[in-house]
């Protein structure tokens, strides 16, 4: 998967695509990958890098949401439950099970927690990841031996996945290209293009790289740019309402020492509906999360020291020795876009439902949702798109659509053994190599040092202060692969050298 032969494929072009999609998070994607699938001529457009946003910056589970069972949201977690064992078999690569404890120190959160759990399985049916079981307190501390002990009744074991929310996006992107879909990162849309009834028709784009300008005609376009979309929205209408209630989530990612094992910790309730995880994640522990309401969308959010404040001290509250503002190695935010509903205040009453909504214009947006349900929601999305278009109907064949990115790992290791030095780990920290970023700029479509750093690697979101280190070695590399100068160099280093200090915090 190349750029360069991406942008030949749209100078080859000359009459509309069937469709054009507006954003490159897992909404885009799995769009992309299923309009692809079935036959349809695709091209996705992404301002920035694929998954720059909330896509990126998720708790890394693959759920069907306890938390929406408790607020009576059964068709959610049903639909959710489905989703989540499609997932696991069409990524099994990315998608791995993941067991959680609720710790249980008040008399009535064993038997309550408990059968809201066997709820949860009966829900889930055949789709399972592995049943509930009340834990007792020796048990609960076997398999959590950094758990805070005075009080601990025991706990409640269930079962949910876990995944790498980057990795599965690069692997739907180059899904789709696979089947025939035209991808763009640095892409930025503009504005749209209508007919003389008004009707939207197309895109107008700028290529971030070289300031060209593209139009892209196409039979239906689709808004999938999550907390963005009322901006795209009002391209077309400028006085399009409001759909998008965005709230920021942050993470704290810590040592492995937090939590030693291969068992997660949730606590369902810590304020204003929130739920609280400590969760093992590529040899460290991610803490997590908190759910802000912000006045607007940005595409790169920063953790307020108020929520760094309420998940270090919540932590604090569940683990035998508190993690404080020296222990966290990275901390990164997220926003959610929640879909508005009413005047509610509070966004974390407010479930992660999906939307599918088209503007007199013709614009197709789809937003809300969630990691796990990303797959269904492209099906509605392209099953109303190509209707809304005329477009022939086809049968969405993703149900049983394999994910590629499987054999990238042994990709890798072959590229490593040809040339010499690729091996070589980036930085002792953590597991990256030189062949990781070449094969980032080859196959999936890296273009900068934050791209192969914060996404096709994690190290940025692992340990900012290391990823930093790494800087100099990857700008070299990509400047060899890409055929960037020098200077290029210095500023990429530069650039990612003031990114990180948003993943840092301060210290007293």
Same mark, same amino acid.
């Given at each position: 998967m190349n750029r ?7 100078t080859?072009?000359h009459?509309?695509w069937?469709l054009?999609?507006?954003g490159?998070?897992?909404?885009g ?8 699938s #079935?036959g349809?001529?695709?091209? %996705?457009l992404e301002q920035?890098?694929f998954g720059?946003?909330t896509?990126? #910056?998720?708790?890394k589970?693959v ?5 929406y069972l408790?607020?009576g ?8 439950l489905?989703e989540r ?11 791995t099970?993941l067991p959680l ?7 009535? *959160?064993r ?5 809201g ?8 049916g055949?789709? /399972?990841f ?8 020796a ?15 025991g ?5 949910d996945?876990?995944?790498d929310d980057a990795?599965l996006l690069?692997n739907l ?6 089947h025939?879909g ?5 892409m930025?849309v503009?504005g749209?293009?209508?007919t ?5 028709d197309?895109?107008v784009?700028r290529?971030v790289e070289s300031g060209?300008e593209?139009r892209?005609g196409?039979r239906v376009?689709?808004? =999938? ?10 391209m077309a209408?400028?006085?399009?309402d409001t759909?998008?209630?965005?709230? $920021?989530?942050?993470?704290l990612v810590?040592?492995r020492?937090f939590?030693?094992g291969?068992?997660?910790?949730m606590v369902p309730?810590v304020g204003d509906?929130?739920?609280m995880?400590a969760i093992?994640? $590529?040899?460290?522990?991610l803490l997590?999360? /908190?759910?802000?309401?912000v ?6 959010p920063?953790a307020l020291?108020h929520e760094?404040?309420?998940v270090?001290?919540t932590?604090? #509250?569940? %683990? !035998?020795a508190?993690?404080? !503002?020296?222990? &966290?190695l990275s &901390?990164f935010a997220?926003?959610r876009?929640?879909?508005r509903k009413?005047?509610?205040?509070i966004t974390?009453?407010?479930?992660r439902?999906?939307t ?9 947006? /789809?937003?809300g949702?969630?990691?796990?349900t990303?797959?269904?929601?492209a *099906?509605?999305t392209?099953?109303?798109a190509?209707?809304? =278009?005329?477009l ?5 064949v ?10 990238d790992v042994?990709?890798?290791?072959a590229? =490593?053994?040809?040339?010499t ?8 920290a953590?597991?990256?190599t030189a062949?990781?970023?070449v094969?980032?700029a080859?196959e999936?479509m890296?273009r900068t040092? *934050?791209d192969v750093?914060?996404r096709?690697?994690r190290a ?5 202060a290391?990823?930093?280190?790494? =800087?100099?070695?990857?700008?070299s590399l990509?400047a060899k692969?890409?055929g960037?100068?020098?200077?290029w160099q210095? #500023? *990429? ?15 007293p």
């Amino acid at each position: 998967m190349n750029r360069a032969d991406m942008l030949a494929r749209v100078t080859k072009r000359h009459e509309p695509w069937d469709l054009a999609i507006i954003g490159g998070g897992a909404t885009g994607a799995g769009i992309a990958v299923d309009a692809a699938s #079935r036959g349809y001529a695709v091209v %996705l457009l992404e301002q920035s890098d694929f998954g720059k946003g909330t896509s990126s #910056r998720s708790t890394k589970l693959v759920h069907g949401g306890v938390r929406y069972l408790a607020q009576g949201n059964i068709s959610l977690v049903m639909e959710a439950l489905k989703e989540r064992s499609i997932l696991r078999a069409n990524a099994p690569h990315l998608v791995t099970d993941l067991p959680l404890i609720v710790p249980a120190y008040a008399r009535w *959160e064993r038997p309550y927690y408990g059968a809201g759990l066997k709820m949860y399985d009966l829900l889930a049916g055949r789709c /399972t990841f592995g049943p509930s079981r009340l834990l007792s307190r020796a048990a609960t501390l076997d398999r959590l031996p950094t758990i805070r002990e005075a009080g601990l009744r025991g706990g409640i074991e269930y079962h949910d996945g876990q995944f790498d929310d980057a990795r599965l996006l690069i692997n739907l992107i180059q899904t789709a290209a696979e089947h025939g879909g035209t991808v763009l990162n640095y892409m930025q849309v503009e504005g749209v293009t209508t007919t003389v009834n008004g009707k939207v028709d197309g895109v107008v784009a700028r290529d971030v790289e070289s300031g060209s300008e593209h139009r892209f005609g196409a039979r239906v376009v689709v808004n =999938a740019t999550g907390a963005f979309v009322d901006g795209v929205r009002r391209m077309a209408a400028p006085d399009a309402d409001t759909l998008i209630a965005p709230s $920021q989530g942050i993470h704290l990612v810590v040592d492995r020492s937090f939590l030693p094992g291969d068992t997660a910790i949730m606590v369902p309730r810590v304020g204003d509906g929130r739920v609280m995880f400590a969760i093992p994640w $590529q040899g460290h522990t991610l803490l997590g999360t /908190t759910d802000t309401p912000v006045r607007e969308a940005v595409l790169e959010p920063a953790a307020l020291e108020h929520e760094i404040d309420f998940v270090l001290a919540t932590a604090g #509250r569940y %683990l !035998r020795a508190a993690p404080s !503002r020296r222990d &966290v190695l990275s &901390v990164f935010a997220g926003i959610r876009p929640l879909v508005r509903k009413g005047g509610t205040q509070i966004t974390a009453a407010l479930a992660r439902d999906h939307t599918l909504h088209t503007d007199p214009s013709g614009l197709v947006t /789809t937003t809300g949702g969630k990691w796990t349900t990303y797959r269904r929601m492209a *099906e509605e999305t392209v099953d109303h798109a190509a209707a809304s =278009a005329g477009l022939p109907a086809r049968r969405c064949v993703t149900k049983r659509l394999r994910i590629q990115g499987g054999d990238d790992v042994a990709h890798i290791r072959a590229l =490593a053994l040809e040339t010499t030095g690729l091996g070589e780990r980036l930085h002792a920290a953590l597991p990256a190599t030189a062949a990781d970023v070449v094969w980032a700029a080859r196959e999936e479509m890296a273009r900068t040092v *934050e791209d192969v750093l914060a996404r096709r690697s994690r190290a940025l979101f692992l340990n900012a202060a290391v990823a930093r280190d790494m =800087a100099p070695r990857v700008a070299s590399l990509l400047a060899k692969e890409l055929g960037w100068d020098d200077a290029w160099q210095r #500023r *990429e280093v530069e650039s990612f050298a003031a990114l990180s200090k948003h993943y840092l915090i301060n210290t007293p």
